[in-house]
């Protein structure tokens, strides 16, 4: 099956400072989603993104899907940024499984 | 509204004995699975179901055994109940019929065996 590692593992930053998550996938996708857990286990859905870019807030997400990467930035980061940042993809149509990738640890230092 | 929600959140149970968790989703998806995280935090898919139909069984153990009443609903019922179960499920919903679906999330169903 499809492969999807995320790097770095573990990030610790202070607040103020923008990040660059990483994607990579083995193999073509047709849907790759990022999410971010919080500290409380929630997973919420933070962008659908199989190619292109996209912007939300302090968050943007681009998907180069003819390299097989995605990536995540967060800008000027807050505490609530904290968590786990997981990239997910699908390699074909309809109701196939979403793969997870191996997950970024995000902490955010006051 | 708590779009997809399970019940229930937290289950202390000893080795041996049978539970279930329930899962509803009130955004009229077609499509509901069952994920499992571990304590590494990686998260697989178990199950899917579409339109009570299922779909996707990740060679997942037979004491394991997912329910679907209707589109709404899919339970999961976990027999004979080992250490090794112990983990976080997720349950989640989209709609159908494309890959260009997003996926929503319950808010998880924090699992200990003892």
């Known amino acids: 099956g499809i492969q999807v590692e995320q790097s770095p593992p573990d990030l610790i930053l202070q607040e103020g400072a923008n990040s660059t998550l990483r994607c990579n996938f083995s193999?073509?996708?047709?849907?790759l989603q990022w999410f971010h857990q919080n500290p409380w286990g929630q997973l919420i859905n933070l962008f659908y993104?199989?190619?292109g870019t996209k912007q939300n807030g302090r968050l943007s997400a681009t998907t180069v899907a003819t390299e097989r990467y995605s990536l995540l930035y967060i800008s000027s980061s807050q505490t609530t940024d904290s968590g786990v940042y997981f990239c997910?993809?699908?390699?074909?149509?309809?109701?196939?499984?979403?793969?997870f990738g191996t997950g970024t640890r995000l902490t955010i230092i006051p | 509204d708590t779009a997809v929600s399970q019940t229930p959140k937290y289950l202390v149970t000893q080795m041996g004995n049978d539970k279930s968790i329930k899962c509803e989703q009130n955004?009229?998806?077609?499509?509901m699975y069952w994920y499992k995280q571990d304590s590494k935090k990686f998260l697989k898919i178990m199950f899917s179901?579409?339109?009570?139909?299922?779909?996707i069984n990740e060679t997942v153990p037979n004491r394991f055994s997912p329910k679907s009443p209707d589109k709404a609903h899919l339970n999961l019922h976990i027999n004979s109940l080992e250490l090794g179960d112990s983990a976080v499920y997720f349950c989640?919903?989209?709609?159908?019929?494309?890959?260009?679906?997003?996926?929503?999330f319950g808010e998880g169903s924090w699992l200990t065996v003892v």
């Open positions: 989640a919903s989209s709609p159908a019929g494309t890959a260009k679906n997003t996926i929503y």
């Open positions: 193999d073509s996708v047709n849907n």
């Open positions: 997910a993809v699908k390699t074909g149509f309809g109701n196939e499984k979403l793969t």
């Open positions: 993104i199989p190619s």
């Open positions: 955004l009229g998806h077609d499509t």
């Open positions: 179901y579409n339109n009570k139909e299922l779909i």
